[in-house]
């Protein structure tokens, strides 16, 4: 079956079917039954086993229109930034000056609107993104102004969220966190490396103030969510970093991530967490977050939702950028460029007119669908690759990456929990051989002959 999995972690065999929507443990005399011929078993359980393996998969639904309609849009006031990350992918501190024209702003959510509108969809999430969005609050206000007004008039149901940096006055914090629905706020999350990898752009530490603007959203009823990216040298804390921010902050959900490497984390002699400590260290914040009823997320791993992409590319998500440009990806278009490809989809004009290249709309469509790296890999249908640029451009090869280890290890302790316990999960946490002969086995797919 190219579609169900079976994974032995340590002693313990699973029949992994994520569009199937199931996972079973099994024993070693019953996987090698189910792979040797299905037709000869005899266990009643085991064979109602077998046929829902055989059951239709259920396929996520691909963009089928020429024309866009998301239900998710992200809008990129600027791409500078006042804080001066050592680690940054985003080029923050030496992006264009461009600013969003508000009024571009507003010509693109009339059209999403009535796009919207014309497949009868009731729900329209946008989301601010950066560089830092809040470098230009009024444009943001005026914004959030218009959209929450005309989704009114359509009958259209607004979530707002933003990503920040944090660096707010008390006040304005209040009102982003009466306002918007999700703020996710970057914070490294202990004094040390929040001054170290987060400094300001005077080289002063940003901690105090941005611990104080948590304290503050933590009162006001919007989803809060802190993004921690774990290196090499904060790796180990993760658990005691998880125990810190729960108890500290009141929070709705923990996102961890692995730094990504770049130009400036080499500069500052920061480098990605070895992929099994990683895994280790993130299980052990899961562990202390959860004892404070908080969410522990990390982007490519989550296992209760499928598709064909885990990033906006392919989704026909929309993203405006401050010069107007309609994208699918919030990297820059030069990163793209840099393999051959080009993620700009259109353009909003200051009179209102939106033009989509519909050819490159579905070149980006079509570079999910494929990935020879994801496609013996039980994570296929979760972490799909994760991002298509800077982890599974196409011309990448075949081996997996650091990250596709720590995605597999931690997703698989994620399906381990839900049929066989903590218990079990902690007990291979531990086993690192078993984890290695797990995380580098480059075939995972259920081979069942055919009944005939």
């Avoid at 102004?145 to 008390?170: P, S």
């Avoid at 490294?188 to 901690?207: C, I, L, T, V």
């Avoid at 950028?321 to 030069?334: I, N, S």
């Avoid at 989809?345 to 994801?374: A, F, Q």
């Amino acid at each position: 079956m190219q579609d169900t999995y079976a994974l032995q972690l340590g002693q313990t065999h699973l029949i992994y079917s994520p569009l199937r929507g199931f996972t079973a443990r099994v024993n070693e005399e019953a996987l090698v039954a189910l792979q040797r011929n299905s037709s000869g078993i005899r266990s009643d359980s085991l064979r109602e086993l077998a046929d829902r393996i055989r059951r239709p998969a259920e396929y996520p639904p691909r963009p089928g229109s020429k024309t866009p309609s998301p239900s998710k849009i992200v809008i990129m006031p600027t791409r500078r930034c006042n804080m001066r990350c050592v680690y940054c992918d985003f080029a923050a501190a030496e992006a264009h000056s461009d600013i969003l024209d508000p009024i571009q702003a507003c010509h693109f959510i009339d059209y999403v609107l009535h796009n919207l509108k014309r497949k009868k969809s009731k729900l329209l999430h946008i989301h601010f993104f950066g560089g830092e969005p809040f470098l230009h609050r009024s444009i943001v206000d005026l914004i959030v102004h218009y959209a929450r007004q005309n989704c009114q008039k359509n009958d259209v149901k607004l979530r707002l969220e933003v990503t920040t940096n944090g660096k707010l006055d008390r006040q304005y914090a209040q009102f982003v966190g009466n306002v918007f629905d999700t703020v996710v706020v970057s914070y490294d999350g202990s004094q040390a490396f929040q001054d170290a990898n987060r400094p300001n752009p005077d080289g002063s530490g940003s901690f105090e103030q941005v611990s104080t603007i948590l304290e503050v959203l933590s009162e006001t009823p919007a989803e809060l969510c802190v993004r921690l990216c774990a290196t090499n040298r904060s790796v180990h804390a993760l658990p005691d970093l998880a125990r810190q921010i729960t108890n500290a902050y009141n929070i709705d959900k923990l996102n961890i991530e692995p730094l990504t490497a770049n130009t400036k984390s080499d500069g500052a002699d920061l480098q990605p967490p070895d992929p099994y400590e990683f895994f280790q260290a993130f299980m052990g914040a899961y562990n202390e977050a959860q004892r404070q009823g908080v969410e522990v997320i990390n982007g490519l791993t989550n296992i209760n939702q499928t598709g064909w992409t885990s990033c906006p590319v392919g989704k026909d998500s929309l993203m405006l950028m401050p010069d107007g440009t309609l994208t699918a990806c919030y990297l820059e278009t030069d990163r793209w460029r840099e393999h051959g490809l080009d993620n700009t989809i259109g353009y909003v004009s200051k009179d209102g007119n939106v033009t989509i290249d519909t050819n490159n709309l579905e070149r980006i469509r079509n570079m999910v669908w494929h990935k020879p790296r994801c496609e013996r890999c039980f994570c296929r249908w979760t972490c799909a690759g994760g991002c298509h640029i800077a982890l599974t451009p196409p011309d990448c090869g075949p081996d997996y990456t650091d990250e596709c280890i720590q995605t597999r290890l931690i997703s698989a302790a994620f399906l381990l929990a839900t049929v066989a316990g903590r218990a079990t999960v902690n007990a291979w946490l531990y086993d690192k051989s078993a984890q290695q002969v797990f995380a580098e086995q480059n075939e995972d797919r259920l081979l069942i002959p055919d009944e005939n």
